[in-house]
């Protein structure tokens, strides 16, 4: 399996995020706007940080994707 957090880091430490914006992109959380930390995956398929998503549903009343709003009981 594919760890995202390795290959953010790997790629960082490279600086091949610097130069492809796009593939920065790629590797954001749509919450604090930076490389994800600790990335987790929501049931409708988008990614955040850990942190971020925890925050994010700790300051709601319901756990729904930032993005897309849709809800789920899974809270991290």
Request: net charge negative; aromatic share 10%.
């Amino acid at each position: 399996m594919l760890d995202l957090h390795a290959v953010c880091v790997s790629s960082i430490s490279h600086g091949f995020l610097q130069q492809s914006p796009g593939l920065k992109m790629s590797f954001q959380c749509s919450i604090c706007l930076d490389v994800f930390t600790d990335p987790v995956t929501t049931p409708c398929g988008h990614n955040f940080c850990m942190v971020c998503l925890r925050e994010f549903w700790n300051s709601s009343s319901h756990c729904q994707c930032p993005v897309c709003k849709e809800e789920t009981a899974y809270k991290w």
